[in-house]
């Protein structure tokens, strides 16, 4: 015990991020640990970025000087929608908003309760879409998503496609609604 205390203080003192992100992982199905050393990584200076569909994977992974916060740590979100998520945004890159998310994930994997808990926790935030606008479009962007996702399952290509399979960037088809964000009180709420 006292050579793995040693061990432990090494990695703490000499590596705190990756040791505060593995420590992070290693405890991201008990929300409770995951708050008390969120509060450590504060104390000793090391910023924890949030979950991100762009850029979070499963675990909590070091970000430069800071820890991003795993997607699969987040409340009703589990590996198979992260992987899931990963390999579509792997396959066409970063997500442009919530319409663009859910036309290329699986909506097999990825549902509205995962989608609703990763808003709530601020993981659309990369998008330029604040969380009350996801929430908003979420119904009109899960019916195009299954749309898409049926039609490639027959082997139809849809505009969309088309225009998102070229060198230039598709265009944004669809508007954000013009509503301000949650207040703060129910963001901290919702995150937390």
């Excluded at 008390?36 to 090391?46: L, S, T």
């Excluded at 663009?100 to 549902?111: H, I, P, Q, T, Y």
């Excluded at 990763?118 to 606008?133: D, S, V």
Aim: proline content about 5%.
């Amino acid at each position: 015990y006292a050579f793995v205390a040693y061990q432990t203080a090494y990695l703490k003192a000499n590596y705190p991020v990756e040791f505060m992100a593995a420590l992070l992982t290693s405890e991201s199905g008990n929300l409770d640990k995951v708050g008390i050393y969120i509060e450590e990584c504060r104390r000793i200076g090391i910023e924890v970025l949030p979950p991100d569909i762009n850029h979070s994977f499963l675990g909590f992974t070091v970000e430069g000087g800071a820890i991003r916060f795993g997607m699969g740590a987040v409340k009703n979100v589990g590996d198979t929608p992260v992987n899931a998520i990963i390999a579509a945004r792997e396959e066409g890159g970063p997500f442009k908003d919530i319409f663009d998310f859910c036309r290329r994930v699986d909506s097999k994997n990825v549902n509205r309760r995962v989608i609703e808990s990763l808003n709530k926790a601020g993981a659309f935030a990369t998008t330029r879409w604040n969380r009350r606008q996801v929430e908003l479009a979420l119904d009109d962007a899960l019916s195009e998503g299954q749309i898409s996702q049926k039609e490639r399952e027959a082997g139809q290509t849809s505009l969309l496609d088309l225009m998102a399979g070229g060198d230039e960037p598709a265009p944004e088809m669809h508007a954000r609604p013009d509503v301000p964000e949650w207040p703060e009180h129910e963001l901290l709420a919702f995150e937390k």
